[in-house]
T-cell receptor, first 113, second 114 residues
Framework: AQSVTQLDSQVPVFEEAPVELRCNYS??????LFWYVQYPNQGLQLLLK??????LVKGINGFEAEFNKSQTSFHLRKPSVHISDTAEYFC???????????FGAGTTVTVRA | DAGVTQSPTHLIKTRGQHVTLRCSPI?????VSWYQQVLGQGPQFIFQ???????GRGNFPDRFSARQFPNYSSELNVNALLLGDSALYLC?????????????FGNGTRLTVT
């Protein structure tokens, strides 16, 4: 079975500053990795995904993430955040032998002017 | 194109009652999954259905059941509601049942059990 750990529960950041959200996973088989964003009172929206190939993946809204197999990490980054990036961010993993998507506990990003 | 739609958006039930939540997937998507999101936590997998067959089940009691219809819409049923069942219930659809097929989520049904 796979699992996900999001290392920061809350990340406050100033507008136009960079942000990094950390995610580590554990799995004994090949994994697929995802980042989702959840705005208040809404469902989850896919930001980006790693399935195979290049370890640096780019997503929507200027976000990118890097898959690091040796460190079992999939950290999310954005070079310059906006107020509108204030939301909950979830890292998720699925594996080749399990149907379900396993989510981390989430990281709340609060962007201040 | 319409996204994943869920109904109702909010629901208040009493302990011991039964509830049915409904989900319509994105047109063309044949797989539907259900997740429970308790306040302050990440979503937890409940069920996955593909082509009307159950493909996976999470660690939830038998009070939870689901089904998928020929038009690929789905229902989640919860019997004998407990206070701990209060949560946001999310439905997600994907084109296939493949583990690398991204999930598209609806806005959820907020269930409150009193």
């Amino acid at each position: 079975a796979q699992s996900v750990t999001q290392l920061d529960s809350q990340v406050p950041v100033f507008e136009e500053a960079p942000v990094e959200l950390r995610c580590n996973y554990s799995s004994s088989v090949s994994v697929y990795l995802f980042w989702y964003v959840q705005y208040p009172n809404q469902g989850l929206q896919l930001l980006l995904k790693y399935l195979s190939g290049s370890t640096l993946v780019k997503g929507i809204n200027g976000f990118e993430a890097e898959f690091n197999k040796s460190q079992t990490s999939f950290h999310l980054r954005k070079p310059s955040v906006h107020i509108s990036d204030t939301a909950e961010y979830f890292c998720a993993v699925s594996s080749s032998n399990d149907y379900k998507l396993s989510f981390g506990a989430g990281t709340t990003v609060t962007v201040r002017a | 194109d319409a996204g994943v739609t869920q109904s109702p958006t909010h629901l208040i039930k009493t302990r011991g009652q039964h509830v049915t939540l409904r989900c319509s997937p994105i047109s063309g998507h044949k797989s539907v999954s259900w997740y429970q999101q308790v306040l302050g936590q990440g979503p937890q997998f409940i069920f996955q259905y593909y082509e009307k067959e159950e493909r996976g089940r999470g660690n939830f009691p038998d009070r939870f059941s689901a089904r998928q219809f020929p038009n690929y819409s789905s229902e989640l049923n919860v019997n004998a509601l407990l206070l701990g069942d209060s949560a946001l219930y999310l439905c997600a659809s994907s084109f296939t049942d493949s583990n690398n097929s991204p999930l598209h989520f609806g806005n959820g049904t907020r269930l409150t059990v009193t």
